[in-house]
Each structure stands twice: as structure tokens, then as C-alpha cells.
């Protein structure tokens, strides 16, 4: 896990977005697990990126896997702050609402990162022991996803099996991370909410109503985090 107390000076002027060298690193490292792949990139080759000396990476992270971790964790936990925003809504939100609201943010925090860290996921050292809290967040986030989606196909009749399928629905939005930016990437993540809606038997003409809603929910988070 990362630690709080500060690194030594960098070897060069900034190189990397951030405001922390935490921050630099954890871009650094994000790019190169991306593209080199996680055995493949070494601490050294993270401290090098981003302009410091290794020992001062250690201030930060005491390993690899924290670096990973953390990372993980940026996936996921933007979407769990939400979720009370969802369960504080005025008029409260049906579970069908809830979900597409849930989809549609879950989906745009999994395109929009500067890399594809979803695709992480895939990796086989996600199975280390040492990413237990990531693996804790992301089973937190699966639950929920199946409780709105199990309340859903409660209603429509759709088969129970059925409930699982939204939170992989949304997460298949990593192998559509390298489509060009545009308007059409922007709506992918609407597109996959309705879809996820559309498998509990929701029928396709309440869709306008659920894309309104969400679209208020998240407008709504938004403009009260930029607030804060």
C-alpha cells in the first residue's frame, strides 16, 4: 500500500500529469504495465519515467504489486463514491434507474483514464494474494450490480441467471478503450447501460426515460464534487 511520507527530490523537472509524485508514478507505471505488461516493467524502469530515484519509489510503494494495486483501485473506487449520490436521490431512484445510473458512470470511469487499466484485469498476478483490497472493492461493486439486477428480473420475469450479466457488460467496455475519441466513444457507455437494461427485460421504450435520469444523476454528482 502506499505510504504518506514524502520522497526525495527528483532527479529532473517534472515530466509526468500530476500533482503528487505519488501521482506521477502511479501514470508512469500505468503506462508501461499497459503497454510493456506488468513482469516486464520494473520499479527502476517506473522511477526512470517518471524523473526520481528508485529508493525514492519505495518512499511511496513498498512493491510492485502496491503500485498495481492502486492502480486497480482507481477503476473501481470512483464508482463506489457514487453510489451514495444514487441512494441519496430525490425522488429515489427505482433499481432499474439505479442500475442505468450506475452503468452509465461505471462505464465512462473505465474509457475515459488516461490508460487502459482495465484491461489489467486480465493480467494472471491479479491473482497475488497482496491486491486483496482491490479484489475486496471490485466483489463490493459486483454485489451491488447483482442486488439491482436481481430486483429488476424480479419484475420483468427474465431467468435469475440473467442478473449477472450487466457488471460484465459494462466491464467488456475495456476491450473498446483504443476506439477513436469522438462522439461515439463518448456514448459508449450510455449504449452498454441500455444493453444492460435491455437483458433484464426492461423494454426498449422506457430507454429515454432511463438516460434522462441518469444523465441527471451524474450531472448532479459532478457538479457537487466540483463543489466540495
Known amino acids: 500500500m502506499s505510504l504518506t511520507r514524502a ?15 505519488r501521482d506521477e508514478i502511479l501514470d508512469a507505471a500505468g503506462e508501461l504495465f499497459t503497454t510493456l505488461g506488468y513482469t516486464r516493467t520494473s520499479t527502476r524502469s517506473i522511477a526512470e519515467s517518471v524523473g526520481v530515484r ?10 510492485k504489486d502496491d503500485i498495481l494495486c492502486a492502480l486497480l483501485s482507481q477503476t473501481v473506487t470512483p464508482t463506489m463514491a457514487f453510489i451514495p449520490t444514487l441512494l441519496g436521490a430525490e425522488p429515489a431512484l427505482t433499481a432499474a434507474e439505479h ?4 452503468a452509465t458512470f461505471d462505464g465512462d470511469q473505465l474509457l475515459s483514464g488516461q490508460w487502459n487499466l ?11 494474494a497482496g491486491l486483496e483490497p482491490f479484489w ?7 454485489l451491488h450490480y447483482l442486488a439491482l439486477s436481481s430486483a429488476v428480473v424480479d419484475q420483468t420475469g427474465v431467468h435469475q441467471a440473467a442478473a449477472d450479466l450487466p457488471f460484465r457488460l459494462v466491464e467488456s467496455l475495456v476491450n473498446m478503450w483504443t476506439a477513436p475519441n469522438g462522439p461515439e ?20 421504450d422506457v430507454t429515454p426515460a432511463l438516460r434522462e435520469r441518469s444523465l441527471r444523476e451524474v450531472e448532479r454528482y459532478t457538479r457537487e464534487a466540483s463543489d466540495a
Open 7 to 21: 520522497g526525495r527530490p527528483r532527479l529532473h523537472t517534472q515530466r509526468r500529469p500530476g500533482t503528487t509524485a
Open 54 to 63: 528508485q529508493a525514492s519509489l519505495y518512499h511511496y510503494f513498498k512493491t
Open 99 to 102: 442500475l442505468h445510473a450506475l
Open 118 to 128: 482495465g484491461a489489467l484485469y486480465l493480467l494472471p498476478e491479479l491473482r497475488d
Open 136 to 142: 475486496s472493492d471490485r466483489e463490493r461493486l459486483r
Open 185 to 204: 466513444r463518448a456514448e459508449l457507455p450510455i449504449h452498454v447501460a441500455d444493453a444492460c437494461l435491455r437483458v433484464l427485460g426492461i423494454p426498449d
